[in-house]
């Protein structure tokens, strides 16, 4: 299920450090996947916190990401992450994340995941609130 909007959206700024330019002057392909892992821990923080899953022994691991480059940034570029929730199957979801310069999107990325049980490594069905939740924001998206 898509709601088609952004369910459980996060924002934040993003600092680029030296360590992250490269030869070319620009920041390095692999410090987005980092930027994505940072974004994905904060939005596991605030709507799936990890603790308790960790302690029930299940949670989340991801099975894909895949990464578009539209526009390279720069040291200094002030840079905002997004990241929210856009996909939810039975037991797979997606999360969907952009980077963006002065309003001009300049990388999008998608990582997909499922929830697993830590001691099989076997996928689990969505957390059930996880679900309700989100299928409330896509029943109020319908209604407006």
């Known amino acids: 299920m898509s709601a088609g909007l952004r369910a459980f959206e996060i924002s934040t700024p993003i600092a ?24 994905r ?16 022994k299940h949670g989340p691991v991801l099975i894909a990401t895949h990464i578009e480059y539209k526009r390279p940034l720069r040291m200094f570029d002030p840079v905002i992450g997004h990241m929210w929730l856009s996909e939810l199957g039975r037991t797979r979801y ?21 929830f697993v049980d830590f001691t099989t490594m076997r ?18 998206a319908r209604a407006q």
């Open 94 to 114: 997606t999360i969907s994340a952009e980077f963006v310069l002065n309003g001009e999107v300049t990388t999008q990325a998608t990582q997909h995941g499922v």
């Open 16 to 39: 680029i450090r030296t360590y992250d330019i490269d030869f070319a002057g620009i920041v390095s392909n692999i410090v987005y996947v980092r930027w994505l892992e940072d974004l």
């Open 123 to 140: 996928p689990l069905p969505i957390p059930l609130e996880m679900r309700q939740q989100f299928e409330a924001l896509h029943r109020q």
């Open 41 to 56: 821990l904060m939005w596991l923080e605030k709507f799936m916190p990890l603790q308790p899953m960790v302690e029930r």
